[in-house]
């Protein structure tokens, strides 16, 4: 009887996780905002009309239409082709609801997710969707995709066919609670259009996709244009109506900055949002704008803008000691050049969650404590002992030598000397490198950095490359010093591991760019991703927050917690905007009314 009581114990413990009952949506802590019979979002006008065209632009170039591998310069505008397996909302932290699932089911904890697939979801050559599709789409990208896939999905088992409409994914882990919502962001694509080609190469051939538009024309590197699908399968779901409203998207593709926005003046494309203080102070004068034709609007948002800033790569061996990092971020004046350049309209950052309630404020708490204590000889004595402020200056141009006299002193503990050149100079090698940029634009910004760091005896120099020929040499990380930004949502998670962990500093293509390979900082992703409520995840970013700027692995840039917008006033927008989405791509709408006005003074889209 012991016996048979034990084997019938073992056997109760042993039963798998079973799922909960069907769920319209996911939310990463909490609750839904939107329940079950939800009509629609509220960031958006539910009966905007349909019609008319917009025209965008960007910059660079493009040879490729297939947004998922390495390989390439990709669309702009792309994804708008591919429908994924849930979507998410933009006036909540991470819900998703479903897209191409019609519900979704997981345990409690979250060791499994199933996904119910719509049955009325098509391919635009009208073949049905299935779960075949889900699990081919799955695969390719983990063997073939883009190394991002790999790291995302990572922790991802195996992925199951139950029925033709009925996917299981079973991870490798449990209590990850992003990983359901993260299998929801799935890009499903059509094995009967693409099984047995080679995945893994670029293409101009449209692919076929099953989202609200496809690729109506592509002239290589200049332009593409995109068509709605007019009995696109999923037009009448609660989480499409009132988005998706022009019936032609266009993107032109610019080289020149100053060209684009001379273009946008003269009407060539129709929107821009503005990234240059200087310019929106000082170059918004032209006629269009005077006579009101173009409207112009500095729109608040609640969207985290991440850090920032001039990365080190610290696989160069001058970069790897800490305090020449940091000795090196002394020669940013950022208060004079904010003043110069930016009319003082940009903020500091001085955290890798700016502009969220996630970021390190004042003094480890005791909870962030109780995640760096283990690492404590780990991490910089300073995590613990002060709050992070980077380098200040009083904004006159002569405040920073006092910044330079501090970083003199930091890089002869490093073991830096000048030498006979005139440079510093250590083991025999001089102390030069070089900022690698392709946008001129923060030409500006850098070149007092580099003549600063001549007076430290340091040669820096600037490169400015093409767009292909940058993102080649990013992708292999042939850089000494660049901008990059780290871009944060208001739920981080796995993504994390691909902007900081170790197993990724040498995989190409990831977004490690800085190399970073640090326990401390795998261990607090970790607590990141295994947070069970809001608060917990709150102290695990901070921690990990403290870690990074105290390691100086970036020089902080800056950031604003509006958008600026301009725009030809011949559109519609919503009442509400959505505060963590501009939107004006699927929820703004083409006003024939007001467009009327421009008859004859631009070119139309075509």
């Given at each position: 009887m012991r016996f048979i009581l034990i084997l019938l114990c073992c056997l109760l413990y042993a039963q798998p996780a079973s799922a909960t009952e069907p769920a319209h949506a996911l939310a990463m802590h909490g609750q839904p905002k939107y329940v079950q019979d939800f009509t629609a979002f509220d960031y958006v006008n539910p009966d905007a009309p349909k019609g008319g065209a917009v025209t965008l632009s960007a910059r660079g170039t493009y040879d490729n239409v297939k947004p998922f591998i390495l390989k390439g310069l990709t669309a702009p505008g792309v994804t708008l082709t591919f429908d994924t397996l849930m979507t998410e909302s933009y006036d909540e932290p991470f819900t998703e609801y479903g897209l191409i699932a019609k519900s979704v089911e997981m345990p409690e904890d979250r060791s499994f997710v199933i996904f119910n697939l719509r049955k009325e979801a098509r391919w635009h050559d009208g073949k049905p969707l299935t779960a075949d599709?889900?699990?081919?789409?799955?695969?390719?990208?983990?063997?073939?995709?883009?190394?991002?896939?790999?790291?995302?999905?990572?922790?991802?088992?195996?992925?199951?066919?139950?029925?033709?409409?009925?996917?299981?994914?079973?991870?490798?882990?449990?209590?990850?609670?992003?990983?359901?919502?993260?299998?929801?962001?799935?890009?499903?694509?059509?094995?009967?259009?693409?099984?047995?080609?080679?995945?893994?190469?670029?293409?101009?051939?449209?692919?076929?996709?099953?989202?609200?538009?496809?690729?109506?024309?592509?002239?290589?590197?200049?332009?593409?244009?995109?068509?709605?699908?007019?009995?696109?399968?999923?037009?009448?779901?609660?989480?499409?109506?009132?988005?998706?409203?022009?019936?032609?998207?266009?993107?032109?593709?610019?080289?020149?900055?100053?060209?684009?926005?001379?273009?946008?003046?003269?009407?060539?494309?129709?929107?821009?949002?503005?990234?240059?203080?200087?310019?929106?102070?000082?170059?918004?004068?032209?006629?269009?704008?005077?006579?009101?034709?173009?409207?112009?609007?500095?729109?608040?948002?609640?969207?985290?803008?991440?850090?920032?800033?001039?990365?080190?790569?610290?696989?160069?061996?001058?970069?790897?000691?800490?305090?020449?990092?940091?000795?090196?971020?002394?020669?940013?004046?950022?208060?004079?050049?904010?003043?110069?350049?930016?009319?003082?309209?940009?903020?500091?950052?001085?955290?890798?969650?700016?502009?969220?309630?996630?970021?390190?404020?004042?003094?480890?708490?005791?909870?962030?404590?109780?995640?760096?204590?283990?690492?404590?000889?780990?991490?910089?004595?300073?995590?613990?002992?002060?709050?992070?402020?980077?380098?200040?200056?009083?904004?006159?141009?002569?405040?920073?030598?006092?910044?330079l006299?501090?970083?003199?002193?930091?890089?002869?503990?490093?073991?830096?000397?000048?030498?006979?050149?005139?440079?510093?100079?250590?083991?025999?090698?001089?102390?030069?490198?070089?900022?690698?940029?392709?946008?001129?634009?923060?030409?500006?910004?850098?070149?007092?950095?580099?003549?600063?760091?001549?007076?430290?005896?340091?040669?820096?120099?600037?490169?400015?490359?093409?767009?292909?020929?940058?993102?080649?040499?990013?992708?292999?990380?042939?850089?000494?010093?660049t901008i990059e930004v780290f871009p944060q949502s208001q739920s981080p998670g796995n993504e994390q591991y691909d902007f900081w962990g170790s197993a990724k500093a040498d995989t190409k293509g990831s977004r490690n760019v800085i190399g970073i390979k640090s326990p401390a900082v795998d261990a607090l992703i970790k607590a990141i991703i295994g947070a069970k409520s809001r608060e917990d995840l709150a102290c695990a970013t901070a921690a990990l927050d403290r870690v990074l700027l105290w390691n100086w692995y970036v020089i902080p840039n800056w950031h604003t917690s509006f958008h600026r917008v301009a725009w030809w006033d011949k559109f519609g927008k919503p009442e509400s905007p959505a505060p963590f989405n501009l939107?004006?791509?699927?929820?703004?709408?083409?006003?024939a009314q007001k467009a009327a006005k421009f008859a004859g003074q631009q070119e139309p889209a075509k």
């Amino acid at each position: 009887m012991r016996f048979i009581l034990i084997l019938l114990c073992c056997l109760l413990y042993a039963q798998p996780a079973s799922a909960t009952e069907p769920a319209h949506a996911l939310a990463m802590h909490g609750q839904p905002k939107y329940v079950q019979d939800f009509t629609a979002f509220d960031y958006v006008n539910p009966d905007a009309p349909k019609g008319g065209a917009v025209t965008l632009s960007a910059r660079g170039t493009y040879d490729n239409v297939k947004p998922f591998i390495l390989k390439g310069l990709t669309a702009p505008g792309v994804t708008l082709t591919f429908d994924t397996l849930m979507t998410e909302s933009y006036d909540e932290p991470f819900t998703e609801y479903g897209l191409i699932a019609k519900s979704v089911e997981m345990p409690e904890d979250r060791s499994f997710v199933i996904f119910n697939l719509r049955k009325e979801a098509r391919w635009h050559d009208g073949k049905p969707l299935t779960a075949d599709d889900v699990v081919w789409s799955f695969n390719t990208l983990m063997k073939d995709g883009h190394p991002f896939y790999r790291a995302y999905y990572g922790h991802v088992k195996e992925a199951v066919i139950e029925n033709p409409h009925r996917v299981k994914f079973v991870f490798d882990m449990a209590d990850n609670g992003e990983l359901p919502l993260i299998m929801g962001q799935l890009p499903v694509l059509p094995k009967h259009a693409l099984d047995g080609k080679d995945f893994s190469s670029t293409t101009l051939t449209p692919v076929l996709g099953s989202g609200p538009y496809r690729i109506k024309d592509v002239d290589a590197g200049k332009r593409i244009v995109y068509e709605r699908v007019k009995d696109y399968w999923g037009k009448d779901l609660a989480i499409n109506r009132g988005r998706y409203n022009f019936d032609a998207i266009i993107y032109d593709m610019y080289r020149d900055d100053s060209v684009l926005l001379e273009a946008f003046f003269a009407g060539a494309y129709d929107v821009r949002q503005e990234n240059i203080a200087k310019a929106w102070h000082t170059q918004y004068d032209a006629p269009p704008v005077k006579r009101g034709d173009i409207q112009k609007a500095q729109i608040p948002h609640k969207i985290p803008t991440g850090m920032q800033g001039f990365a080190f790569n610290t696989r160069r061996p001058m970069f790897a000691d800490r305090r020449v990092r940091e000795a090196i971020n002394q020669a940013f004046d950022f208060e004079w050049s904010n003043r110069q350049f930016a009319h003082g309209s940009y903020t500091r950052n001085d955290s890798y969650f700016e502009n969220s309630d996630l970021a390190a404020t004042g003094l480890p708490k005791a909870c962030e404590l109780a995640l760096l204590e283990p690492w404590r000889d780990q991490v910089p004595e300073e995590v613990f002992t002060t709050a992070y402020q980077p380098p200040q200056t009083d904004g006159s141009g002569r405040g920073v030598r006092k910044n330079l006299a501090y970083a003199k002193k930091l890089l002869d503990e490093a073991g830096w000397r000048v030498g006979q050149s005139g440079l510093l100079e250590k083991d025999g090698q001089v102390f030069r490198f070089e900022f690698l940029i392709y946008n001129d634009s923060f030409a500006r910004w850098i070149n007092p950095v580099i003549a600063n760091l001549k007076k430290l005896g340091i040669e820096a120099k600037l490169r400015i490359v093409d767009v292909a020929q940058y993102q080649n040499r990013m992708d292999a990380f042939d850089f000494d010093m660049t901008i990059e930004v780290f871009p944060q949502s208001q739920s981080p998670g796995n993504e994390q591991y691909d902007f900081w962990g170790s197993a990724k500093a040498d995989t190409k293509g990831s977004r490690n760019v800085i190399g970073i390979k640090s326990p401390a900082v795998d261990a607090l992703i970790k607590a990141i991703i295994g947070a069970k409520s809001r608060e917990d995840l709150a102290c695990a970013t901070a921690a990990l927050d403290r870690v990074l700027l105290w390691n100086w692995y970036v020089i902080p840039n800056w950031h604003t917690s509006f958008h600026r917008v301009a725009w030809w006033d011949k559109f519609g927008k919503p009442e509400s905007p959505a505060p963590f989405n501009l939107g004006y791509v699927d929820t703004w709408w083409y006003d024939a009314q007001k467009a009327a006005k421009f008859a004859g003074q631009q070119e139309p889209a075509k």
